[in-house]
DNA sequence: CCTCTGTCACAAAACGTTTAACTTACCAAT
DNA sequence: ATTGGTAAGTTAAACGTTTTGTGACAGAGG
């Protein structure tokens, strides 16, 4: 047996009223308390659900938003869609998740599928995409809310962290235990978030006045197999570090990848810091220190200000929120001279 | 300035052609070759694209589907999941994901939500839903295929790994290294891999003629905590088992933290087999062997089951895909004695 | 008793497609 | 020359809502 829906139509048969009536009563206008209850009777009776395209087709809403996202396997991005997802169902809105697995192109062909799709607004954790693409949404009125990473050559709303103060407090966590030659190894030098976190290392040498050894400033490319090609390095250095920052949690694992498999013990002959997941850092031996973000936070942000944007405020256009991270500290620095 | 949509309307003016004949040629019927040329430039000139409300209105039919699954923080489903996308995407399907944080209440809400916003088709990762509600999805032509889990009550295609032979094969792996007294983390005892697992657990006993010590099976709830409390349950025996295997990934977090507070040592002391995440296996010291699931090959069967479904090809229902696990050796079981 | 005001209900048009039924044009076969 | 068939195009209805402009009615104020 396959069941039918019913309609607003059945719904004004069965009551007597008309479908104009029904109609108004759904979208909370006000009706004689008798016909209130008999359209409620009939809604129960006929189980009448609203049909979602034949109002949006008049609406011109969908009630959906967009979510695109380099990853969908990268806890630090489904953390924030995962509460995303719920806010923005609170308020009757579903979310279609698209991940580009860090493709220009995919990224690209995407946002125009989720723009085909007609949703009210987009969430989007840009890599590489075409400026004029944002642009075009928002000409078009839908709003777009940018996570983690600000972008040049269009006016857009972001929710991002304070990368470069992440990276400064964490070199700096290591300052204050007496390092004073501190590798990083960067993220690539065309990512926004990367540049930041690079800054940071920078301005923090320069407010210690240290100089910084060009040579422990490594660039990889956000990956496991860099993370771990870069420690190698600095442990065949003639004159290692003494302390490594890595600046991104695949990175990260790599990095201790590499670690594991050579005789250096951390902390004792190399302190680390990583990046991003809590739950591997509590699980390695030494159990790591690392600068987490604070995803839920983020995630927050982001859905209601989109939220804000879908009823059509316009109010501090464009809108930079900016985090802060934290440092939860694990095992894997070593005192080599404590200054507090 | 806020861009307006074209229509097909706008195409058939511009063409001078009718709206039928637009409409044909946009679902790929044929038209004159003039025409064809046309209409291209049309839709170019206009940048028309199809307002997919107004065709769902008529037709039906969404091109939505709808994933439902316990968290989007967990990696074994988020995998699925992207597969799943990015195989439907390929035949113009967008993917609208929930995740019900593990919560029976959810579940069943979120699952309403799916079939409000008419999705259709459906893939969940079950955990308490009510057979009726599928049951009704399948009444109303909605095809539901069944992720990791089978359900009582009602006919459901699904896709799962074969639980029973993984965990046979985990343990006979460490059988065959010599183990005799092995422990095991299981789930919660209503969760259907969590039972098949322990009677893989179970029947490579019998078959090896072993008796079974009650004290080594041991239940948990699938998260982290427990994982810990019960390693720590082993080490503190006083007739520890030599070797233990853990039955999911969250567990096997928390029984790699349990013993690196300890000072037992993997695996001189205490071998382990843990389940599910390959990164977090090659990250930890020593690697850790595990049980890895075909998580790409479920997305992709669960996804192209789901297509034949959704073009009203019926055939085989209920179908139940049963997929082989792997064993992937890392360094953390100890040969006690090989028989190979 | 008349008019004004406000509340509620209604009819009908519109949103942008698809599709069934129909027309036309052309060509081949009788 | 007539018939039949096929391919391409057209017309108009339909999908299930929202919304605009009206009208009906009741009670208040004069």
Redesign the interface.
Known sequence: ???I?STIKDVARYTGLSIATISKFINGGSVKEVNRQRIEEAIRALDF??????R??KTNK?A?IGVLIP???N?FV??I??KV??LL?DYGY??????Y?TDRELENQ?FD??????VDGIILVPHAIDANKIK?AL???IPVILIDRAMKGVECDVVLVDNLNAAYNAVEHLFMKGHRRVGIICGPQDIYTAQERLKGYIRVHEDYQLEIDQDLIRYGDYE?QSGMTLMNYFLEMKNPPTAVFVTNYEMT?GA??AL?SSNVSVPDQLSLIGFDNI??A????P?LSIVVQPMQQIGEYAANLLLRRMKGDKGGFPAMLRLKTEIVEGESVKVINSYV
Do not use: H, Y
Request: glycine fraction near 2%; aromatic fraction near 2%.
């Open positions: 047996m396959i069941l829906a659900k609203v049909n979602e395209m034949a949006g087709l969908t959906t990853s969908l396997e806890i489904t953390s869609v995962s997802e719920s169902l579903s979310t279609i998740v698209c991940d697995r995407k599928f989720l723009m085909s799709k007609s075009e000409d078009r009125d496991i694992l201790v990848m594991n739950q591997l509590n699980v390695i031996k159990r």
